[in-house]
C-alpha cells in the first residue's frame, strides 16, 4: 500500500556501520539532504556510539542501533543462538511492523538481510545499493546471493556505470532492475573557510611547502596505505630537491623538511599496522598522521596533490571531492576511477605498483604548471558531468517516491 497522500513518505536506511567511510558519508548526506516534507526518514545500524550515528542524531536524524555492541570476540555457538539469530529475529519484526517504508540497504550483509527477510515480512520496496568491486564476492556462493536478490528487490543501484556493469556481469544480477546513481559532490560542505596555510599548520605540516597526502579510512588490503608509504622513498629526491630549491619550506640547511610534506589523513581498523609501517621509514619520511578529519573541505584544499593507491574501488567519493575543488590527483587504475579520471585530468598508475606511484608524486611535485592543468581540468569534467549531491539527492527522491506510489 503506497503512503497516504500528504503523508511524508517514509524511508530507513540500513547498514551495518556507521563508522568513518565513503558508504556512510553517503548515508549521512542521504539521510540529512532528503526533503524532510516529502520524506520521514530513519537509519538502522548495528551498532551504537559510532560517530556518523553521533553525527545524524545531532541533525536530528532518528537512529536505531540492532546489535548494540560487537561479538565478534564470542565463540561462534554463543554469537549463533544468543546474538545472530535473534538479531535477525528482531530485523524481521522490525521490517514488517514498517511494510509500506521504502528501504534502502547498503553494505554486506545488511543489504542480503534486508532483501530476504524484508521479503518475508512482507516489504516489497527494498532498495540495494552496489558500491564496492569488493574481491570476496568472486566467490560463487555471493554471485548466487546476488542474483537472488537482485530479482527480489524492488531496485538495485549501483554508484557507477563500472560497477553496474560488473554487477550484471560478473555477479549475474538482473540488469533491468539495474540502475546508476553517483554519490555527488557536496558543494557547501567542500568550500574552504581557512587558509590553506592555517590548515596545513593545523596538520603539522610546513604551512608554505609543498604538501602530499592520503585521505582514506585505514583499511591497507583495500585503500593501500602501505603502497604510499613504499611509495614517499621512490619520490624523496625529487620532491626534497625541488623543496630546497624552492625554499618553500621555510627551514635551514640539514633539517627534516621532507617529513613535514606528507600526509596520511583517517582512521580505521589497520591503523596500529599503517603506524608500524609508517615507522620503519627513516624519520624524516615519515608522514603525519592526524586521525580522522571531518573538514575534509579544509584538508584536501591544504593538499597539493591528492593520492588515491586503492587496490579496487568503485568510484570513492574523495576523488570526486579532489577534483571538484581542482586537486591533481593520482591514482590506480582500478574500478571505475577511470571513467571519472583520465590523462587529461589527473595521473593514472597500475594497482599495486608503489614505483610507478612514486614516480608520478615526483613528477607532479616537480611541476607546477601540470598540477594546475590537471585540477582545473578535473574541475570541469565534475561540472561538466554533473556530479553534484544536489543532482544525486534529486534521482533518490524520484527513485524512493516512485517505489512508494507503485504497489509493490
Wanted: aromatic residues 6%; proline residues 6%; positive net charge.
Amino acid at each position: 500500500m503506497a503512503e497516504r497522500p500528504g503523508q511524508p513518505i517514509q524511508v530507513i536506511f540500513l547498514t551495518g556501520s556507521l563508522r568513518v567511510g565513503g558508504t556512510e558519508r553517503n548515508i549521512l548526506h542521504l539521510a540529512t539532504r532528503l526533503d524532510p516534507k516529502r520524506f520521514r526518514v530513519e537509519v538502522w545500524s548495528d551498532y551504537e556510539g559510532e560517530p556518523i550515528q553521533e553525527e545524524l542524531r545531532a541533525r536530528g536524524i532518528a537512529c536505531r542501533s540492532l546489535k548494540g555492541a560487537p561479538s565478534l570476540g564470542e565463540p561462534f555457538l554463543k554469537r549463533l543462538f544468543l546474538r545472530n539469530l535473534p538479531y535477525q529475529w528482531r530485523l524481521w519484526r522490525m521490517l514488517g511492523a514498517r511494510r509500506g517504508a521504502v528501504i534502502h540497504a547498503f553494505g554486506f550483509p545488511m543489504a542480503y538481510y534486508a532483501v530476504l527477510l524484508g521479503r518475508l515480512a512482507g516489504c516489497r520496496r527494498v532498495v540495494y545499493s552496489v558500491q564496492d568491486w569488493d574481491l570476496w564476492k568472486r566467490s560463487g556462493v555471493y554471485s548466487l546471493l546476488d542474483r537472488v536478490i537482485s530479482r527480489l528487490a524492488a531496485v538495485v543501484v549501483a554508484d557507477g556505470e563500472g560497477a553496474r556493469r560488473l554487477a550484471a556481469t560478473r555477479q549475474g544480477m538482473d540488469p533491468r532492475r539495474i540502475i546508476t546513481i553517483y554519490d555527488g559532490v557536496d558543494v557547501e560542505e567542500l568550500q574552504p573557510r581557512r587558509a590553506a596555510q592555517e590548515v596545513r599548520r593545523e596538520l603539522g605540516l610546513a604551512p608554505e611547502g609543498l604538501t602530499i597526502g592520503m585521505i582514506a579510512r585505514l583499511d591497507i588490503a583495500k585503500k593501500g596505505q602501505d603502497l604510499f608509504l613504499r611509495a614517499i622513498p621512490k619520490s624523496r629526491d625529487t620532491i626534497l630537491s625541488k623543496t630546497v630549491s624552492d625554499g618553500t619550506a621555510g627551514v635551514t640547511s640539514g633539517q627534516s623538511i621532507v617529513s613535514r610534506l606528507f600526509v596520511m589523513v583517517g582512521d580505521g581498523p589497520d591503523r596500529a599496522e599503517v603506524e608500524r609501517l609508517r615507522a620503519a621509514l627513516p624519520p624524516e619520511l615519515r608522514p603525519v598522521m592526524p586521525g580522522f578529519r571531518s573538514d575534509l573541505g579544509e584538508v584536501l584544499n591544504a593538499l597539493d596533490v591528492l593520492v588515491i593507491p586503492s587496490r579496487w574501488e568503485s568510484v570513492p567519493k574523495i576523488l570526486l571531492e579532489g577534483m571538484w575543488l581542482s586537486r591533481p590527483i593520482i591514482a590506480a587504475r582500478v574500478g571505475d576511477i577511470p571513467e571519472m579520471l583520465d590523462d587529461g585530468c589527473g595521473a593514472l598508475v597500475p594497482p599495486g605498483d608503489a614505483k610507478a606511484l612514486g614516480e608520478a608524486m615526483a613528477r607532479l611535485a616537480n611541476d607546477p604548471a601540470l598540477r594546475a592543468r590537471l585540477g582545473a581540468a578535473a574541475h570541469r569534467r565534475i561540472v561538466s558531468r554533473g556530479l553534484t549531491l544536489a543532482d544525486s539527492i534529486r534521482r533518490y527522491e524520484q527513485l524512493y517516491a516512485s517505489l512508494s506510489e507503485s504497489s509493490g
